[in-house]
């Protein structure tokens, strides 16, 4: 059966208010021959996408619009492989799973990676206790953005942050937050300067452990690679979430990633005030 991603302008809609339409559709598909497998919502920008089996685009239109009647802007067909490319693994939510239970839930995650710059040299130009210094400067300058802009710290990987937000927006804000708070730090007479690049995509990891696994996060580790230190790359599909919001994405082209077998688009957020 066909799979479509629909997309949805769901301005004014909290979180629980779009799972319990997912419910809706869920009682409503059998009668269209329609399976709705998973969505995604977030809540900075009002956009959710949803992800189903259907026989048509008509089809999956119907549903949505005898369970509750909030049509998407676009639908359209989609092949498993290019959507598990930039989102990972299509997870089906736990009510498409088992339509006996009410839970239900988005699992979008914004991944964000930073990696700083001459972060292996540092300590032989700098001495031990100086690097440690330098680190922990590091360290709180990004914790600080993670915290005020509702980022979850996951992992430290020694010379960078991996962190998730529940919004692409948040995420955005957070990255601009990490660069602008080095600037700051970097103005310091005494400060040994610090540049980090930083990746971001969004995405349905796998949870396990308080650690987050899979393609995209694979795909947030690769765009913060490919980063020029001191600036922020972002996927398109992040870029798409933030449609409506006030950030600038300049677009740096498709770009063949290690580890992954098509282009992606990725964009750079023009973080610094006045950048043309």
């Known amino acids: 059966m066909p799979l479509y991603m ?4 769901l301005s004014g ?3 629980r208010d779009v799972a319990q339409a997912h419910l809706r559709d869920l009682e409503v598909q059998e009668k269209y021959g329609v399976r709705y497998l998973t969505y995604w919502f977030d809540v900075g920008s ?9 026989p048509s685009r008509e089809a999956a239109e119907r549903v949505h619009r005898e369970a509750h009647g909030a049509m998407p802007n676009a639908i359209v067909q989609v092949e498993r492989e290019v959507v598990e490319h930039f989102l990972g693994r299509i997870e089906e939510t736990p009510a498409a799973r088992d339509p006996a239970t009410t839970e239900t839930g988005t699992a979008l995650r914004a991944i964000l990676f930073t990696d700083m710059e001459g972060s ?5 130009r700098i001495g031990d206790t100086r690097a440690m210094q330098v680190l922990r400067a590091h360290n709180s300058v990004i914790r600080k953005a993670l915290a005020d802009n509702e980022g979850r710290e996951v992992k430290h990987t020694g010379d960078g942050i991996m962190a998730s937000f529940g919004s692409a927006s948040r995420a955005v804000e957070g990255a601009i937050a990490v ?20 990746g971001l995509t969004c995405g349905e990891p796998v949870t396990e452990d308080e650690d987050l696994f899979g393609a995209a996060v694979q795909l947030a580790a690769r765009i913060c690679a ?3 230190a001191g600036s922020i790359l972002v996927s398109s599909v992040v870029r798409d979430l933030c449609l409506g919001k006030t950030f600038r994405f300049l677009d740096r ?8 077998e098509e282009p992606t688009r990725l964009f750079e957020v023009a973080w610094r005030e006045g950048t043309p």
């Open 13 to 15: 809609m909290t979180a």
């Open 226 to 228: 490919a980063s020029p």
């Open 6 to 9: 629909d997309r949805h302008d």
């Open 46 to 54: 009002g956009k959710g996408f949803c992800i189903a089996d259907a």
């Open 120 to 124: 292996t040299s540092l300590t032989q």
């Open 179 to 198: 660069q602008r708070g080095l600037e700051a730090h970097n103005r310091s007479a005494t400060a040994v300067p610090i540049r980090v690049r930083v």
């Open 253 to 260: 082209g498709e770009t063949l990633l290690k580890g992954f």
